[in-house]
């Protein structure tokens, strides 16, 4: 019998070479989403066949990425030891707080995804992270090393939003939890401010705004040194504008979510999803119809969920009033859900002493 020679065909690769092929693409170096590599284990492939004498041209398009991957400035890319060791990292630390989640849910199904205490350190660990991956941005004839790092904090606070919609979901209390803590509340209300600010930065039951401007200042502690130390002053106050717009935006979107949970309404979470999903992607499919440009209507997009792409654009007197209408926002919203707090702890506590 006759054997039969095998060809290499490079049409047919398995789907994991193309994968990887892809994410190789030098377009995808010096960014901080450069940090959702370390989920693919494909990148080992070109340590895993130069180790076994293998010739990657044959079978993967190796290129330069890796080289020049930094985290920190460490060329993490450049030895199989130092990107495994931040792989098993990352892969640990995200299985560590999946587990976490997973526990708390299954000893008590009603509870919060993490506690207050526990997102303070999943909001530290997931900065860090990323952060380490922003501070070597792309710099090409049309990119000064400025702008370069302003495009990095641009991609990171859109990771930050992504970040602080799931902390929202995961610690904002729902209507029966929240009308227990206003009925403690009521009950205690001859010593109410006592240890008020401790129960909103730890309770269990309390709303979740007061722990969410936490992570969001534990976020700007480790994002602020970063950019105060840019060489370059050009982008350094439309960086600053932009943090700070991100967080105003952030809260609305917490306090939203916590008075949709408190309604009276069936599927309360699908309200709250659907509106804070409607703050987020409606403003910016309108404007973009109206042909609103952020480099041209900069005051309505500073007022959306990315201020970031107009901020560059704007003067300092429509920053000013775009963050005193967030005030104005938070203000009337924090304190229309205060009301409706103190009318849920007085009916309850009336409807548990008629019932005694």
Not at 52 to 57: M, T, V
Not at 249 to 267: D, E, P, R, Y
Request: proline content about 4%; charged content about 15%.
């Amino acid at each position: 019998m006759k054997k039969i020679k095998r060809k290499y065909f490079p049409d047919c690769q398995s789907s994991s070479f193309k994968i990887t092929n892809i994410l190789q693409d030098n377009g995808y170096n010096h960014y901080p989403t450069d940090w959702l590599m370390l989920f693919h284990p494909g990148i080992l492939l070109p340590y895993l066949i130069n180790a076994n004498s293998l010739d990657p041209g044959d079978i993967y398009n190796q290129g330069n990425y890796l080289q020049g991957w930094l985290w920190f400035y460490l060329p993490i890319g450049a030895k199989t030891l130092s990107l495994m060791s931040l792989m098993v990292l990352n892969y640990g630390l995200w299985s560590y707080w999946a587990w976490q989640g997973l526990k708390r849910c299954f000893h008590n199904p009603s509870a919060n995804l993490f506690s207050k205490q526990q997102s303070y350190r999943l909001t530290a660990c997931f900065e860090v992270m990323i952060l380490g991956f922003a501070l070597n941005p792309q710099v090409h004839q049309w990119m000064s090393y400025a702008k370069g790092v302003f495009e990095n904090l641009q991609m990171l606070l859109v990771l930050n939003l992504v970040l602080f919609l799931g902390l929202i979901a995961a610690l904002s209390p729902h209507r029966q939890t929240l009308q227990d803590w206003a009925r403690y509340r009521h009950q205690q209300r001859n010593s109410r401010n006592r240890g008020l600010l401790k129960d909103l930065l730890w309770g269990e039951k309390s709303p979740a705004l007061v722990a969410i401007a936490l992570n969001l200042a534990i976020a700007s502690v480790i994002l602020l040194p970063w950019i105060i130390l840019w060489s370059d002053s050009e982008f350094k106050i439309p960086a600053l504008w932009a943090l700070l717009l991100n967080m105003g935006f952030i809260l609305v979107c917490a306090t939203v979510a916590q008075l949709m949970l408190l309604m009276k309404a069936q599927k309360r979470a699908v309200w709250a999803t659907t509106t804070v999903g409607g703050l987020i992607i409606l403003p910016p499919i309108i404007l973009g119809f109206l042909s609103m440009y952020p480099n041209k209507t900069t005051a309505l997009w500073l007022l959306s969920a990315f201020p970031w792409a107009s901020v560059e654009h704007s003067v300092g007197i429509s920053v000013a009033f775009a963050l005193m209408a967030q005030s104005l926002v938070l203000a009337v919203l924090n304190f229309r859900l205060r009301r409706k707090l103190q009318k849920a702890g007085e009916s309850a506590t009336k409807a548990l002493l008629s019932g005694n």
